[in-house]
């Protein structure tokens, strides 16, 4: 894993000092592509609501769009998709593919050195480790709740004084 952190390390240097290179330089993750939102862009009374309610902010395809490439913009994405990652796990009713994506999130977030770890205390570590003894779809549900409250605290304050945010309450 090291080798790839200063892979990264490397390219986002470049990426830095060529933009008009950068095209070239995206580091490939397999994950799907994301369709665009097909709903309306929300009222100004809804984007309003956001300010004060993360959850109304990732239910709204546009608000949770906008998000995503705030977090991205600050390389601060990885909570936002551990808790998308946690839905889209909650939904999965085989038992096998649930222990397939369970060890992948783990992988990817949880464990120390992970490509995207996620910040969270030793405590809820560990009762996400045990919790995936047995994968359920209640596994990640303390690591995603202080994830969430990660996110409420910190990154919607940050988000509400951005441009990705000020676009939707002009």
């Given at each position: ?36 939102a097909k709903t309306q862009k929300p009222s100004l009374d809804e ?59 783990y992988e990817e977030f949880i464990q120390a050195e992970a490509p ?55």
């Amino acid at each position: 894993m090291h080798v790839l952190a200063k892979e990264i390390k490397i390219k986002l240097g470049i990426l830095l000092q060529k933009p008009e290179s950068a095209i070239d330089l995206v580091i490939p993750y397999n994950e799907k592509p994301e369709k665009p939102a097909k709903t309306q862009k929300p009222s100004l009374d809804e984007a309003l609501q956001w300010r004060d309610s993360l959850d109304k902010l990732l239910q709204n395809n546009y608000g949770l769009a906008s998000f995503k490439s705030f977090l991205k913009s600050e390389f601060s994405e990885e909570n936002l998709e551990f808790w998308m990652a946690c839905e889209d796990y909650k939904k999965i009713k085989s038992p096998v593919k649930m222990a397939e994506t369970a060890k992948k999130i783990y992988e990817e977030f949880i464990q120390a050195e992970a490509p995207k770890e996620v910040n969270i205390d030793h405590f809820t570590k560990e009762i996400t480790v045990k919790n995936l003894v047995e994968p359920s779809t209640s596994s990640f549900d303390v690591a995603q709740k202080r994830v969430h409250a990660l996110m409420e605290k910190d990154s919607l304050p940050r988000f509400v004084r951005s441009e990705f945010y000020q676009e939707f309450i002009k």
